[in-house]
């Protein structure tokens, strides 16, 4: 088991930009691939991006590509999600979550999840 803890939400405007942080900690974190997901009001918790043990591999959701980049960083053992033009759609808790093995976007497949952190965007 691994415990994780989120931070970096706020308040933005339209076109703004946010980075969260996922702080890990556990035994045996190389094992472990990571993933952001996120429930807006009313909706049900949703994939947002993945990223591979290594940190070699991602994949995104098609409402974030070309504006959310997930990274880790081993030294630290977080993971980021820097978050660019930011639309009000992208208003939700944002929850970071960690499994062992690959990567995966299916929220079922992950047994460690954080808090979450609230991310809201004004237009």
């Known amino acids: 088991q691994v415990r994780l803890e989120e931070s970096g939400g706020g308040t933005v405007q339209a076109g703004g930009s946010l980075r969260l942080s996922c702080a890990i900690n556990g035994r045996d974190l190389r094992n472990y691939a990571g993933g952001w997901f996120r429930q807006g009001p009313g909706k049900e918790r949703e994939f947002v991006a993945t990223i591979s043990r290594h940190f070699d591999t991602t994949y995104y959701a098609d409402s974030v590509k070309g504006r959310f980049a997930i990274s880790g960083d081993d030294a630290t053992n977080t993971i980021y999600l820097e978050m660019n033009s930011l639309k009000p759609e992208d208003t939700a808790v944002y929850y970071c979550?960690?499994?062992?093995?690959?990567?995966?976007?299916?929220?079922?497949?992950?047994?460690?999840w954080g808090q979450g952190t609230q991310v809201t965007v004004s237009s």
């Open positions: 979550a960690a499994r062992v093995g690959i990567l995966s976007t299916e929220k079922s497949e992950y047994d460690n």
